[in-house]
T-cell receptor, first 114, second 109 residues
């Protein structure tokens, strides 16, 4: 079992550009959540996908969008990048069929916006 | 005020010491996670608990639902325990997590 995987591991972009981050959930998981972690802070919830639809959303602007594919993998898209979008982006997967549906985290993608 | 507060923010200990990290929350929850994050970013789940106490090796986690408080204890601390420890809570609806700011633990040999 490969666990939760994310790609790429590191990414450097410039202001105004667009970026796509990818996440493959743990085998058997159907729900993917995305989090943003700024340096020195705890992660902040961006949104969650289940059954290819956005189920919950945190306090992030519309520049942040996502998608979930039929194989449960997910993408996070950020448009019109700002310097403040520089952060570690974490993906977590869980199973909607399991009580308390514990989340398992990927290694993260470190995004730097110059 | 954050919904999840951790203390202390930073903690330095000598190898072998008993360590306690505290987490208080202000919302209703269905479960609480203790997570470990090493430099480089990867997060590992240590415990998920909704009542009582759990133990895994030298780690012990407790939760008091009435007081909305949880503690993570590390017995016989070791330099390899050095990491950021994060408390996160799952609300009563949905499965999103709300995180504390984390506690940076450094254990010196």
């Amino acid at each position: 079992d490969a666990g939760v995987t994310q790609s790429p591991t590191h990414l450097i972009k410039t202001r105004g550009q667009q970026v796509t981050l990818r996440c493959s959930p743990k085998s058997g998981h159907d729900t993917v959540s995305w989090y943003q972690q700024a340096l020195g802070q705890g992660p902040q919830f961006i949104f969650q996908y289940y059954e290819e639809e956005e189920r919950q959303r945190g306090n992030f602007p519309d520049r942040f969008s996502g998608h979930q594919f039929p194989n449960y993998s997910s993408e996070l898209n950020v448009n019109a990048l700002l310097l403040g979008d520089s952060a570690l982006y974490l993906c977590a997967s869980s199973s909607n069929r399991v009580r308390y549906n514990e989340q398992f985290f990927g290694p993260g993608t470190r995004l730097t916006v110059l | 005020k954050n919904e999840v507060e951790q203390s202390p923010q930073n903690l330095t200990a000598q190898e072998g010491e008993f360590i306690t990290i505290n987490c208080s929350y202000s919302v209703g929850i269905s479960a609480l996670h203790w997570l470990q994050q090493h430099p480089g970013g990867g997060i590992v789940s240590l415990f998920m608990l909704s009542s009582g106490k759990k133990k895994h090796g030298r780690l012990i986690a407790t939760i008091n639902i009435q007081e909305k408080h949880s503690s993570l204890h590390i017995t016989a601390s070791h330099p390899r325990d050095s990491a950021v420890y994060i408390c996160a809570v799952k609300g009563t609806s949905g499965s999103r997590l709300t995180f504390g700011e984390g506690t940076q633990l450094t254990v010196n040999p």
